[in-house]
């Protein structure tokens, strides 16, 4: 799961101010972790808090609240940073990218492929009850499931474009990529910057050099690569 963090701490500092180049100082100065980080943690805490998938959401929302009110300014979106301080909080129909960046642990927790994507579904919808927010949640701790347990880089491609058009290199969108938080506009370029790296540390530097939603699309790419790789002291 720390693969997640490492991209999430190192993107932390482009989200606002992309660059469009490999070659970079992967820790500057004012990296820190962001809601990318606190999130996944919730999640990884509600699963271990849950006795049964009947009380999954209710864990999950209760650990998401407790560490999202603990660290308010880590960077959350303002419909989820609204949710966070809800009494009675209410999924808001977002195709955004938020849950498919929190479901790590989930893949980690899941003991098949289709557990990990009914896990990934039900931790969704608490907040993305989008049908884009959902799928890019699923297609996500698919990849990260698919990567931890041994698959090719052909095959966990090939899960991917079960939702993702990823008929593109890295090359040719980075020159007009931009920042685009959706599901749709930044998963398939985070699977696609593992897909085209060569290790952990090449996979960053791909996600990283795109631009866009910086943390967000490292924290994905790299929590794929830490499966595939691990990480490299």
Known sequence: MFG??????????????NIKTKDFILFEEGCRFTDETVMNFAVANGLM????????KQCLTEEMQRLGRLYPFAGYAGMFQR???????????????????????????????????????????????????????????GCIYLSINGAEK??????????????????????????????????????????EG????????NAISIGGDSDTIASITCAIAEGYYGIPE
């Open 4 to 17: 997640a963090v490492v991209g999430d701490v190192v993107g932390s500092i482009y989200e606002w101010n």
């Open 49 to 56: 808090r849950c006795n049964s998938k009947e009380n999954l």
């Open 83 to 141: 949710w966070l301080q809800e009494r009675k909080p209410v999924p808001y129909r977002s195709l955004g990218n938020g849950a498919a960046m929190r479901v790590v642990p989930i893949a980690y927790a899941a003991t098949s492929l289709e557990e990990a994507e009914e896990l990934a579904k039900l931790c969704a919808e608490i907040t993305h009850n989008h049908s884009e927010g959902i799928k890019g949640a699923v297609a996500v701790a």
């Open 154 to 195: 052909e095959e966990i491609k090939a899960y991917a474009e079960k939702y993702y058009d990823l008929s593109f290199t890295l090359d040719e969108i980075r020159p007009q990529y931009s920042y685009n938080s959706s599901a749709e506009g930044s998963i398939p370029y985070a699977i696609a910057a593992f897909l």
């Open 198 to 205: 060569s290790s952990f540390e090449d996979s960053l530097r």
